[in-house]
């Protein structure tokens, strides 16, 4: 019996990470195809509107979120849940607003049993639960469908590593044999995979990297700005990128998450902050509102992004409202500086605030 | 009495700082001048070679080390250590190969006062003991002169700070008095000073980072090689950051510096490690190394920085053959990899061994 996988989400990093398990799959053990569930939408292709899971299982190309980029043929796209029948391996890559449609995943129905079935989520952000507080994709699906979670995560911008750059990324597993399944289906020559016992500590720094990446990308944004007079450079990087860092820790301290001063040292943490410093969607958004003001503003970004989800628009409202809430927003410098230029001002304005004090 | 300054030191970092402390000097503190002992050496200005103090002292620049940039009138060059006369306050910023010459300081002929003179080291680097062990420029200077010295160290390209651009950085203390001095000599609106009690693990941080440096250097330098078949992108220098800043902290564990897991938080640390890995001397030799080969490649490679050491260099050297000689090269990969491409193949091919195992 093989093991079948299905990921979950046809997005930009869900379709890089089916292409990089497909890519030389042992068939053996995983059989010979790959379910992918992908939200159906038109795309144009060749100056045809088209079903976006037809391009996928006929044209072999995605697109919407990975152009440029062959999607191997052992992929299938299924848009609806009904088809993800007799699946072992469940990867979810869903943008983490959209994770709650897992609940229409009929286990009795599709033939999945619950015992055997390994699920590991890619997906970054954070999740309120039913009581208002923050918790993590891996966790929140965990409640939903009443299984363990397991969680990759790391420094890992998605069009490099469907161009076979080297990376590496971190694991956090829950049974032996699930470590080694997941070395199999995962771990490729450019793409190197270290394990640790799962701990939610890894997706919260996935979650909070976006906030610190929004800041970054602000402060960059300014540098380039020949009307704005405030002096930015590796060095106000680099003191971005540390303060930053020492947010999240604390943050992270403060919801109790544990092993964070280990964690911090895996390629989930200061690696993602790193990239995520330099390149990604929230980094871009951050470069962006340096041209735009108003009250319109999360709009009007969100309209350059071809209909992907910036992260850390949402999570800094969270975060931001969490640590109000405990009467410590103050002590959390950038945090608060992203809030205020997205929510509040609609303009860089609260930069100088920050810089200047 | 005021508290006189000198630096020891004319080059671009040891420059940027004397220009830093002396614009926005309080004279009733620390008097009208600032000495800084300087390095004769001749210099082409407006077409016409002239010596190095001469052009500080009365055209008011630094051609060879700090173009560009106005010196400030309360700078004073001086060339012979018996000039430095009672001085309170001693900056030292050599390159860390010409530390010995401070022996040279007669504080008694200079009206020295030994016990009330603060030493401050502002030098990156490591330098060897008697027994062949490296230690940090602060602990060398200390030996030498037989008084305590406190360090500044952090992400500080100097250029940059010249420039007036945001950054933070750490000083290492042993007194509260001198904690309040220092503040006030280097604390300006556009450069954040943090104070910790000093420790020696500061300085061993702004030492090893510049291996890493190389190392990110031909990493980025391998990226526009179209001659080079290795793909190379943000994932991948996150990779090297990461695994670079481990083996940072592994060393200082090994040489039993202590705080690491501490300090490594401040300036000194990530953020000296972050800004060491996009700009910097150290960086473009890295660079640079992927367009040489051959037996001859240290001197071919320095001969592009103005007569500037590449501390890296020399750093990793020691270090590799520390480790070499507790038997624990092998797992320091990336130190490893910068030796090898520096002081054995001189060319890029280890990166390739590293990157592929």
Redesign the interface.
């Known amino acids: 019996m093989h093991k079948r996988v299905a990921i979950i989400g046809c997005g930009n990093w869900g379709a890089t990470v089916a292409n990089l398990i497909a890519n030389g799959l042992d068939e053996s053990v995983f059989g010979d195809e790959i379910l992918m569930y992908t939200h159906e939408t038109m795309v144009e292709y060749k100056n045809k509107k088209r079903k976006l899971s037809e391009l996928i299982n006929h044209e072999h190309v995605n697109p919407k979120y990975l152009p440029g980029i062959e999607v191997n043929k052992r992929i299938r796209a299924v848009v609806d849940f009904t088809d993800l029948t007799h699946i072992s391996i469940m990867i979810v890559c869903l943008p983490h607003q959209y994770l709650n449609a897992l609940k229409n995943i009929d286990f009795i129905r599709n033939g999945i049993n619950k015992d055997e079935l390994m699920v590991i989520n890619l997906s970054k952000g954070l999740v309120t639960d039913e009581s208002g507080l923050p918790i993590t994709p891996s966790e929140y699906i965990s409640r939903l469908l009443g299984v363990n979670v397991s969680t990759l995560q790391g420094?890992?911008?998605a069009n490099?590593?469907a161009?076979?750059?080297?990376?590496?990324t971190l694991i956090g597993y829950h049974k032996e044999e699930e470590r080694e399944i997941y070395a199999w289906l995962f771990g490729k020559?450019?793409f190197?995979v270290s394990f640790v016992k799962y701990n939610p500590t890894i997706e919260m720094f996935g979650a909070l990297k976006n906030v610190i990446s929004l800041a970054m990308g602000i402060i960059d944004g300014m540098a380039y700005k020949s009307k704005i007079k405030?002096?930015?450079?590796?060095?106000?990087?680099?003191?971005i990128?540390?303060k930053g860092?020492?947010e999240i820790?604390e943050i992270a301290k403060l919801m109790k998450y544990d092993n964070v001063?280990r964690l911090v040292?895996?390629?989930c943490?200061?690696?993602?902050l790193?990239?995520s410093?330099?390149?990604?969607r929230n980094y871009k958004c951050g470069q962006l509102v340096t041209d735009y003001s108003g009250s319109n503003i999360l709009n009007e970004l969100e309209s350059n992004f071809n209909g992907q989800k910036i992260q850390g628009l949402g999570t800094v409202e969270h975060i931001h409202d969490y640590l109000k809430h405990l009467n410590k927003i103050n002590e959390f410098e950038l945090v608060k500086m992203v809030y205020e230029v997205f929510h509040v001002t609609g303009n860089v304005e609260p930069v100088y605030k920050y810089?200047?004090k």
Chains 1, 2 share one sequence.
């Open positions: 420094a890992n911008i490099e590593i161009d076979g750059c080297y990376a590496e020559r450019h190197r405030i002096k930015v450079s590796s060095n106000t990087k680099a003191m990128f540390r860092l020492v820790m001063k040292f895996e390629s943490g200061v690696a993602d790193f990239v410093c330099l390149a990604g810089l200047e």
